[in-house]
């Protein structure tokens, strides 16, 4: 399986000579198929440059799986380039709610004075489906979708594909619900979806000493994603959905941060996500 990251900032996109190392796109990861089907993880701005190059590879099937509908995991869709092209079929997951469905939610950001073309003049082949409560199928990859602690609607992704396992929780804050260290597996947000993954991305965007200040916004701390890849058994952790405010430089600190705390826990040093990084995950497949 291979985690390519198109957009990792939060709230906000945050271009500028201060955010160059780690980018300014807000949320967007690609999880590889097949040459033929994508499977896309939220529509941040990251999503933009994905879809050239989707195009670049003549990508006619994609699988968007949305998270939640705050505007920085949506405000990529309108300039994602395969939703304007006829030949393209795109079928977009997202949570459930019993107000609206998810095409007229979605629909919203597709309409005056949001944006000038509605979402029914747009091209592609469009389909929408609540996440389903059991776990399904695209391509050859098992999807299994659960919600989690954060304002609104809003899940989180495991993607297993050859053997190998991947959550997705880039908008999460389990520590709301009491200290992590303290609590059963059971009974954390999200902790089944990133049972022994081989990653988990995840929400990362405070240093301890900020998370008190924003109780209740739905992130965490560095501290708590720590703990929480901890008590989900997940064996590498990348860091995800940065602090708009956040330099390279403050991130590089985060990041040297985490390792300590995870050195302390007797696990692998995480990594902090960065536009462009591709991570390749070993297949466990028996010949």
Request: glycine share 10%; proline share 5%; with cysteine.
């Given at each position: 399986m291979r985690?390519?990251?198109?957009?990792?900032?939060?709230?906000?996109?945050?271009?500028?000579?201060?955010?160059?190392?780690?980018?300014?796109?807000t949320a967007c990861v690609e999880v590889g198929l097949d040459d033929d089907v994508a499977l896309v993880l939220d529509a941040?701005?990251?999503?933009?440059?994905?879809?050239?190059?989707?195009?670049?590879?003549?990508?006619?099937?994609?699988?968007?799986?949305?998270?939640?509908?705050?505007?920085?995991?949506?405000?990529?869709?309108?300039?994602f380039a395969p939703l304007w092209d006829e030949s393209v079929t795109v079928d977009i997951w997202g949570p459930p709610s019993q107000l609206l469905s998810l095409r007229q939610r979605i629909a919203r950001y597709f309409s005056p004075p949001l944006f000038p073309i509605e979402l029914r003049a747009?091209?592609?082949?469009?389909?929408?489906?609540?996440?389903?409560?059991?776990?399904?199928t695209i391509g050859d990859a098992e999807i299994t979708a659960g919600l989690v602690l954060h304002p609104g609607p809003t899940v989180g992704y495991r993607i297993e594909l050859g053997g190998a396992r991947f959550a997705y929780l880039p908008d999460h804050e389990p520590a709301l619900a009491g200290t992590l260290r303290e609590r059963s597996p059971d009974w954390i947000s999200g902790s089944a979806l990133a049972a022994d993954v081989d990653l988990v991305v995840h929400d990362a965007q405070y240093f301890e000493d900020e998370y008190p200040h924003f109780v209740g916004w739905g992130h965490s701390s560095v501290a708590h994603a720590v703990a929480f890849a901890s008590a989900a058994g997940a064996r590498q952790l990348l860091l995800f959905h940065h602090e708009p405010?956040?330099?390279?430089?403050?991130?590089?600190q985060l990041e040297d941060r985490a390792r300590e705390l995870a050195a302390a826990d007797g696990l692998a040093p995480p990594a902090l996500a960065r536009e462009g990084m591709v991570v390749e995950l070993p297949s466990r497949v028996c010949a």
């Open positions: 985690v390519t990251v198109w957009g990792c900032r939060g709230s906000v996109p945050t271009p500028g000579p201060e955010t160059v190392a780690f980018g300014g796109n941040g701005t990251g999503i933009r440059e994905l879809g050239f190059d989707l195009q670049r590879r003549s990508v006619r099937h994609v699988h968007l799986c949305l998270t939640h509908l705050h505007l920085d995991h949506l405000e990529g869709l309108r300039f747009v091209p592609a082949r469009l389909s929408f489906h609540d996440v389903a409560s059991q776990t399904w405010r956040h330099s390279d430089e403050a991130l590089e």
